[in-house]
């Protein structure tokens, strides 16, 4: 699965590569050569021929950016949604082994990028102090989360190894 994705963002990053080549490859031979030409009544005037082309390729690019940026926003969205998908599915694992009260910390900490103060664990709803410290003192000795003080406060966030599972 970690291959795949891999192989879309390289597929994404090859197509926009491919289409700046292509386009500043095309840039010079869009007829802005620069003439110093004077127009003339007999002959035409090659800056029109200038804007006729142009005005005959343009619409042509930008047809050819609009499909190179759906198909790599396309191509992206798959890994966000897959990614998605991951940390939804590793949440789920982890809280069918969690209790009750587990489960509500561990739902904090998702709901808070997995970073919390543990006073606020005590305002969860059917929690007190002296629980809310059981369920945290539970919850490290597990190796779930790691408890961080800062002066007088304490941080709850995951430990290294949930965190790289769940983000």
């Known amino acids: 699965m970690i291959f795949w994705q891999n192989k879309t963002v390289i597929i994404g990053i090859v197509v926009i590569v491919s289409f700046l080549v292509l386009a500043f490859n095309i840039f010079p031979f869009l007829g802005l050569s620069g003439h110093t030409e004077e127009c003339s009544l007999l002959e035409g005037c090659p800056h029109e021929q200038e804007l006729d082309f142009l005005q005959t390729a343009l619409p042509i690019i930008i047809s050819l950016a609009l499909i190179v940026g759906a198909s790599t926003y396309y191509l992206m969205s798959q890994k966000v949604e897959s990614t998605e998908k991951s940390l939804k599915k590793n949440t789920e694992i982890i ?29 969860l709803p059917g929690m007190s102090k002296v629980k809310s410290h059981r369920v945290v003192q539970k919850l490290i000795d597990r190796g779930v989360i790691e ?20 983000y």
Not at 97 to 121: H, M, P, R, T
Not at 152 to 166: A, D, M, P, R, Y
Request: aromatic share 4%; net charge positive.
């Open 95 to 123: 809280l069918k082994f969690l209790n009750e009260d587990e489960k509500k910390l561990v739902n904090l900490l998702v709901e808070s990028n997995g970073k919390v103060l543990q006073a606020e664990v005590t305002r």
């Open 147 to 166: 408890k961080e003080s800062i002066g007088k406060t304490n941080v709850l966030k995951f430990s290294k190894e949930i965190k790289e599972g769940l």
